[in-house]
């Protein structure tokens, strides 16, 4: 049952603005984006700034209620979905929206948790800057939402994850009190830097309230360059070939198969294949010119394509011909996800191995999972350039989806999973654990971590109301006879 109490207190200390039970209002927060996690939230809490976070806190504190944290509900592993006993809040930091103007000289910005990753980087472009992180869902995604899961993204290769660019942290701890590490310090040796486990550590110990982030100058010019080629070795090599050629100047590269260019464009509207030539997979690339001293990505580019051609690393290839067509070539890679889930079901798995070790596991796990578990079908696609694949598993047509998760989809995750850690590897690269994967990450952690993780759950969230039943494996309790 709900806390009564609770509740009162809430919705008389918030407001109508703040606080809504309406089971409407409530709807749309109570499912992950990929819509396999459903639960039930007793009111949905909306404050309009830190202070208000802090006593939300000390009300569910004082009563035992536990808070799932929300940005933009468009996390891949649940991670802000409640639980289904209706008793769990959802605090939502969508309110609290304020972006301050970026530091001429320090390029650093503080940013409220709720403001929305697309709006950020439409601020940072009207003064001349960037922030040098992006995702398919930079329309939804909050900058909360991206510390508290360190967010990757299309950028991860030169410019890192989001624990890379933050210089601040704000956030409210479980017991109410207001943690500020907002000062960019450069050089910082206090003890434990609660900071960085904030950064990551998906509301189970705190809730973000604001971050100071870096941004970087604007591009002056890029290129942007869809190759084709037969294999993920060739891929790989590839990689290597445009490191050691274009050294920081390659902000981008991503690999996707030839089946999943095919479902965007037959999924997802204005979208068509960038070559004419056929390929089993393609590669997409960036180079990028924020110096005057440097020479035109272009011309760089066409250089180093001509090279790679000639040395057998790729088959064909294109270079877009404007902004617009470098967005059209992004927007292939940004719709992927979507596009496979209006193809049907389908496991998501984010997973990273060593950068050298990629190519390898796509080629030889791919086929021993659709053998094994014939009618499936593999779609592995992304981030080559830092070692994140998504690797999916589609499920076999016509079959009963019900069934096949509760079944199937366990052994293939588990088996997906076994893979990647005998390669040593991680089953999360940068979606986080949430609900989603906390039985798996359980099953192949080593004690040390997992216990690291629980005492400093417990240590600084005694009460566990900090999103419960994420991230953190509750340990179990051993009764001796």
């Not at 590839?238 to 965007?264: C, K, N, W, Y």
């Not at 902004?323 to 389908?346: C, H, L, T, V």
């Amino acid at each position: 049952m709900p806390n009564i109490d609770a509740l009162s207190e809430l919705k008389e200390y918030l407001g109508p603005k703040g606080f809504s039970d309406d089971p409407d209002i409530l709807a749309p927060w109570l499912t992950d984006w990929r819509g396999r996690f459903t639960g039930r939230a007793a009111a949905l809490i909306s404050p309009a700034n830190s202070t208000e976070v802090a006593h939300v806190v000390r009300i569910c504190a004082q009563h035992g209620v536990a808070i799932v944290p929300q940005g933009g509900n468009s996390g891949m592993v649940a991670g802000a979905t409640p639980d289904k006993s209706g008793e769990q809040i959802i605090l939502s930091l969508r309110r609290m929206n304020r972006l301050e103007p970026i530091d001429p000289d320090s390029g650093l910005v503080r940013c409220d948790a709720g403001v929305i990753l697309q709006n950020l980087h439409e601020a940072a472009a009207r003064q001349g800057r960037r922030f040098p992180l992006t995702l398919g869902g930079k329309g939804s995604a909050t900058i909360g939402g991206l510390v508290s899961t360190n967010a990757g993204g299309t950028q991860v290769l030169r410019h890192g994850t989001m624990r890379t660019l933050i210089a601040g942290v704000e956030a409210v701890l479980p017991d109410g009190s207001v943690y500020d590490a907002m000062a960019p310090l450069k050089k910082d040796n206090r003890g434990y830097d609660l900071k960085h486990l904030l950064i990551g550590g998906e509301g189970t110990i705190g809730i973000v309230t604001a971050a100071v982030v870096q941004t970087v100058p604007a591009l002056l010019d890029r290129c942007v360059i869809w190759a084709g080629v037969d294999s993920p070795d060739q891929a790989y090599r590839m990689l290597v070939f445009m490191q050691t050629r274009a050294r920081d100047r390659l902000e981008g590269f991503e690999i996707l198969p030839s089946h999943a260019l095919e479902s965007v464009i037959r999924h997802i509207a204005g979208t068509r294949a960038p070559l004419e030539t056929k390929h089993q997979w393609h590669i997409l690339m960036e180079l990028v010119q924020d110096h005057p001293t440097q020479s035109s990505p272009a011309a760089l580019a066409s250089d180093l394509l001509e090279d790679a051609i000639q040395n057998g690393l790729i088959e064909n290839a294109t270079l877009a011909s404007s902004e617009s067509q470098a967005d059209a070539f992004w927007k292939i890679r940004d719709s992927i996800a979507e596009a496979e889930r209006a193809a049907g079901p389908a496991l998501q798995h984010d997973i990273s191995v060593p950068i050298d070790a990629m190519a390898k596991f796509i080629e030889s796990e791919s086929p021993a999972i659709e053998k094994r578990w014939p009618g499936t079908s593999i779609v592995a696609f992304g981030h080559l350039g830092d070692g994140n694949i998504h690797f999916h598993v589609k499920a076999p047509h016509g079959i009963d989806v019900d069934l096949w998760y509760a079944g199937d989809a366990r052994a293939i995750t588990a088996f997906v999973y076994d893979r990647v850690s005998s390669y040593k590897g991680s089953l999360s690269a940068e979606h986080g654990i949430g609900q989603a994967k906390i039985a798996e990450f359980e099953r192949l952690t080593d004690e040390v971590r997992l216990a690291s993780l629980r005492a400093i759950k417990n240590a600084l969230d005694p009460r566990g109301i900090m999103n419960p039943g994420k991230l953190v494996p509750l340990a179990k309790v051993v009764v001796s006879d």
